[in-house]
């Protein structure tokens, strides 16, 4: 069984930073690709940023590019989201997310294993 555990979410404002943290367990290549994606109230459920645990640079969407950095402590099993510049329309639910693969869209529906979350606030 995969389990994902989000963390570091709170309140900061808008121009400050932030580190989100995923830890996983469960079977390793089952957690081969995994991401980030964010849900702000009323809008749709978008990705954030992906990255296959043993090889190749991060992806990122265009709107987080140069701001969020995605890194992986293997031994750690941790996944990061490293979140600078922050502004107030990264305000959302920040969720991680893995699969066994190779290839790691920034699909939601091609992820099958999900963290519970955690809030992120940016206030003007």
């Known amino acids: 069984e995969v389990q994902l555990v989000a963390s570091g979410g709170g309140s900061v404002q808008a121009g400050g930073s932030l580190r989100l943290s995923c830890v996983g367990s469960?079977?390793?290549?089952?957690?081969?690709?995994m991401a980030w994606f964010r849900q702000a109230p009323g809008k749709e459920r978008e990705g954030v940023g992906a990255?296959?645990?043993?090889?190749?640079?991060?992806a990122y969407a265009a709107s987080v590019k140069g701001r969020f950095t995605i890194s992986l402590d293997n031994a750690k099993n941790t996944l990061y989201l490293q979140m600078d510049s922050l502004k107030p329309e990264d305000t959302a639910m920040y969720y991680c997310?893995?699969?066994?693969?190779?290839?790691?869209?920034?699909?939601?529906?091609?992820?099958?294993?999900w963290g519970q979350g955690t809030q992120v606030t940016v206030s003007s």
């Open positions: 990255t296959y645990i043993s090889a190749g640079a991060p």
């Open positions: 997310a893995a699969r066994g693969a190779d290839y790691c869209p920034l699909s939601q529906n091609a992820y099958n294993y």
């Open positions: 469960g079977n390793t290549y089952s957690r081969a690709c």
